[in-house]
């Protein structure tokens, strides 16, 4: 079993709709929590971050973070054609990273 | 990418031949990663750099070495090439170590070995 697992999708929605990617885990020594989007043929870019529980807000995107059940939530608000790309999770104990395989969303117009 | 360049974009190479792909960096940040990607696998890291001449192995480093003589390149060297090393390999850099920045990743090297 992956250390973090992520739904490949693809996730198919129109815009405008609230789209929930999500991530589980099984390393409880994971604190901090990212999701990266990436766009076709392109590097992955930083896109939230999370320290521990909580939720975090940044415009229309909000990750939230429930470290008991292992479980890592992305949410983008009026989901637009430009937000159709790869979101991957990351998560680590400081020092390296652990990746999801990532989610492919596709947002119609 | 601002601040972190990866060459060559695009390379096909046979089966047995020494490969090696660069990443330059003018961030001066002292933390440099290889990763390869390949569907179904997501990102997997090759090796790592903590510092000049100071690296280390990750989850899948065989067939693969890497050098850091200066802070700003960083060498992933692929010994004799295989067909399973086709894939898209990313150079990241980090300030620190995961937390707090996270990662910046180039725009990828997409090899394929025949």
Known sequence: ?109 | DAGITQSPRHKVTETGTPVTLRCHQTENHRYMYWYRQDPGHGLRLIHYSYGVKDTDKGEVSDGYSVSRSKTEDFLLTLESATSSQTSVYFCAISESPGANYGYTFGSGTRLTVV
């Open chain 1, 1 to 109: 079993q992956k250390e973090v697992e992520q739904d490949p999708g693809p996730l198919s929605v129109p815009e405008g709709a609230i789209v929930s990617l999500n991530c589980t885990y099984s390393n409880s020594a994971f604190q901090y929590f990212m999701w990266y989007r990436q766009y076709s043929r392109k590097g992955p870019e930083l896109l939230m971050y999370t320290y521990s529980s909580g939720n975090k807000e940044d415009g229309r995107f909000t990750a939230q973070v429930d470290k008991s059940s292992k479980y890592i939530s992305l949410f983008i608000r009026d989901s637009q054609p430009s937000d159709s790309a790869t979101y991957l999770c990351a998560m680590g104990p400081g020092n390296m990273l652990t990746f999801g395989g990532g989610t492919r969303l596709m947002v119609k117009p």
